[in-house]
């Protein structure tokens, strides 16, 4: 039996992040990984998916410059030299990973991994003992039992539709959510006939509606069928109902993408006493399970299916570990100011809550919307055809800020300063009083701010 401080079973983000914080802090640790290091995000998920993005969006400023004064004539792409930068762009950052925990002198134990007591890990028929375990198993697929999609090589997921040899001339994207937006995006870009077939009767439904309408009728070359229930499918043929009818869509290749599920089986959870549903492992705040010294983070909690609060969950775990007290100053995770972000076309993020949420807690809220075209970057790179919008929402007596959500390009990479304004719980005025580099597509957070409704002054 061999002896750790931590044993960690996942190495996806939030158990390689884990394993980095833990053992520049001194600890001895192994991480157990069945498949590849990075897990989903890294091999099947966030990364390759941004690596098409790129290539879908370069393909298509190409053949769209002409406005900028950029002549690009008989454009084209190669979806096997796609497919190689996206293979080059995965091993590069697996290889990362790979000599980061090679660095700090991480255990890494290639198997699955199984719980055999609180304090105990079985793997490859070796017994692994340690003072605390954290569980970072991640997510898989939903696979809902819809007839005809089993064994049905029109079929894929997110990881087959990844592995396809050429670009199919005609896509149906069962799931209206992240993971099929974003694939609409990329394949509507490359030429692609898309079409979106989503039960609820918007797309995007953690977003705000009126933000995710706006994302739909700005994708015109994606047709979405909204309120509508898959029935089956027959060879290359979804057959739905909308409204009382039943209607048919044929394509070439069938995308399933309605959601990930944590993974909460083939670890023995049950067997040790852990609690946990269909919807993750429970934990509090500090990551901790209802077990002494077992803490679970990422995707298997279902608290928030995302990378980077994957990051923050085992950055949570890990300081806790390391320090007892680390609850008190501070580390904790604040699930509220957790950013989202959808790279559709246009781009999306946001943090807090949308109005719909204010209104179901009781929260009184006011909120102003502006166009980005108030940017003069945004302008100057995306002229007046291009989507784009803020929304700001704040409390409408005290004008704390609520929520900051964003459509328009670089939204991602701005949106982590509207998660520090919820984190610092700012004000409007706050906000008002930043300076904002300039030009700069940010800026539109600002003139959201300027442009909230300021309270009516006592007579």
């Known amino acids: 039996m ?18 980095e914080r833990l053992a520049a802090g001194g600890k001895s640790v192994a991480l157990i990984e069945k498949d590849t290091l990075g897990g989903t995000c890294l091999n099947v998920g966030c990364i390759p998916t ?54 700090l002198k991480v255990t890494v134990i290639q198997g699955q991994g ?22 970072a198993t991640g997510s898989v ?39 099929g937006v974003e694939f609409a995006g990329v394949f509507s870009q490359l030429g692609t006939k898309v079409t979106v077939i989503e039960m609820m009767d918007e797309i995007l439904p953690f977003m705000d509606r009126d933000l995710a309408r706006r994302i739909r009728t700005c ?60 919807k993750g492992v429970q934990v509090d705040n500090r990551m901790r399970t209802n077990l002494d010294h077992v803490w679970a983070v990422g995707d298997v909690t279902g608290r928030s299916l995302l990378a980077h609060a994957a990051y ?19 580390q904790l995770m604040r699930w509220h100011t957790v950013p989202w972000a959808v790279y559709s ?45 803020v929304t700001v929402i704040a409390e409408t007596d005290s004008r704390v800020i609520r929520g900051i959500h964003v459509i328009g390009p670089y939204a991602p990479e701005m949106i982590w300063g509207a998660a520090s304004v919820l984190e610092m719980e700012l004000t409007i005025d706050d906000v008002r009083q930043l300076v904002f580099p ?5 800026e539109g957070i600002r003139e959201a701010c300027w442009a909230f409704p300021d309270k009516k002054r006592k007579s």
């Open 50 to 103: 941004k690596a098409w993005m790129n290539s879908a969006k370069l393909y298509d400023h190409a053949r769209n410059s002409d406005q900028y004064g950029v002549k690009a004539e008989a454009v084209t792409y190669d979806w096997a030299a796609i497919q190689d930068w996206k293979a080059t762009t995965v091993s590069t950052l697996v290889s990362g990973v790979v000599q980061m925990m090679k660095k």
């Open 141 to 179: 697929p939903v696979a809902p039992p819809i007839p005809g999609t089993i064994r049905n090589k029109a079929v894929v997921d997110s990881t087959g539709l990844l592995a396809i040899k050429d670009v199919p001339e005609r896509l149906t994207i069962i799931g209206g959510g992240v993971i």
């Open 312 to 330: 923050r969950m085992g950055e949570i775990a890990a300081a806790n570990i390391l320090d007892p007290e680390a609850a008190k100053k501070g």
């Open 219 to 278: 994708t015109p070359d994606v047709d979405f069928h909204l309120g509508a229930k898959v029935e089956s499918v027959k060879k290359t043929t979804v057959h739905y109902t909308t409204k009382g009818k039943t209607e048919t869509c044929v394509s070439d290749l069938i995308v399933m993408a309605v959601g990930r599920r944590p993974l909460v089986e083939g670890w023995s959870a049950q067997e040790i006493g852990l609690e946990f549903s269909d």
């Open 114 to 135: 199984k719980l055999i007591s609180p304090t105990s890990v079985e793997v490859n028929g070796e017994t692994y003992q340690a003072t605390d375990i954290i569980i």
């Open 438 to 442: 300039h030009p700069s597509v940010s």
């Open 345 to 389: 076309t246009p781009e999306s993020a946001g943090v807090g809550l949308t109005k719909a949420e204010c209104a179901k807690q009781g929260i009184e809220v006011s909120s102003s919307t502006v166009p980005l075209v108030l940017s003069g970057r945004f302008i100057a790179e995306q002229g007046l055809s291009r989507a784009g919008v």
């Open 2 to 19: 061999t002896d750790f401080d931590v044993i960690i079973l996942g190495g996806g983000p939030g158990g390689y992040i884990a394993a």
